[in-house]
T-cell receptor, first 116, second 114 residues
Framework: NAGVTQTPKFQVLKTGQSMTLQCAQD?????MSWYRQDPGMGLRLIHY???????DQGEVPNGYNVSRSTTEDFPLRLLSAAPSQTSVYFC???????????????FGNGTRLTVT | AQKITQTQPGMFVQEKEAVTLDCTYD???????LFWYKQPSSGEMIFLIY??????QNATEGRYSLNFQKARKSANLVISASQLGDSAMYFC???????????FGTGTRLQVFP
């Protein structure tokens, strides 16, 4: 059981380039989300989805787009990368948007992105 | 607005001692969930413990317990009998159930020394 898989693990971009961070889960989870982690700021929610075809903004959505065409996949797109988007990105999923002890978020291993 | 505050950037504890990591939160929703996650130096996020706002008893999971004081809006994590492997970042998080957003605090780095 692979859980939540993020690719790539590392990425270096130049300012202005675009790219997509991939996230896939094989647990049939309805809820998926993207976070970024920066030193001293914890994890901040970028976008989330409560099911296929439904997405919504989190705390820091600017500069990022998402889509959810299938239950399994939740890609995060950077349309024009900026140095401020240098961060570690985590994808996470749960079988229910009502997160509880028996349905916590399961995290991927992260993508370390550097924008020069 | 919902907010999670972890005021201890770093904590030290001796092996086999207990340690408390502080977490306070702010929400106007009477129904919410509280979580603690551990992040070792390897980077993965590990779920530790959950407390629901209507749970009557404090949550416990092995050596982890959550000291939930609803009136004070605090959800402190207590680790008993610390081990060297407990050295990690610890994050408190909250989801008000009128939203679908799990919000994290800034974390506390715990170092356990022999």
């Amino acid at each position: 059981n692979a859980g939540v898989t993020q690719t790539p693990k590392f990425q270096v971009l130049k300012t202005g380039q675009s790219m997509t961070l991939q996230c896939a889960q094989d647990m049939n989870h309805e809820y998926m989300s993207w976070y970024r982690q920066d030193p001293g700021m914890g994890l901040r929610l970028i976008h989330y989805s409560v099911g296929a075809g439904i997405t919504d903004q989190g705390e820091v959505p600017n500069g990022y787009n998402v889509s959810r065409s299938t239950t399994e996949d939740f890609p995060l797109r950077l349309l024009s990368a900026a140095p401020s988007q240098t961060s570690v990105y985590f994808c996470a999923s749960s079988y229910s948007n009502r997160l509880m002890g028996n349905s916590p978020l399961h995290f991927g291993n992260g993508t370390r992105l550097t924008v020069t | 607005a919902q907010k999670i505050t972890q005021t201890q950037p770093g904590m030290f504890v001796q092996e086999k001692e207990a340690v408390t990591l502080d977490c306070t939160y702010d929400t106007s929703d009477p129904s919410y969930g509280l979580f603690w996650y551990k992040q070792p130096s390897s980077g993965e996020m590990i779920f530790l413990i959950y407390q629901g706002s209507y749970d009557q008893q404090n949550a416990t999971e092995g050596r982890y317990s959550l000291n939930f004081q609803k009136a004070r809006k605090s959800a402190n994590l207590v680790i008993s009998a610390s081990q060297l492997g407990d050295s990690a970042m610890y994050f408190c998080a909250m989801i008000p159930y009128n939203t679908d957003k799990l919000i994290f605090g800034t974390g506390t780095r715990l170092q356990v020394f022999p």
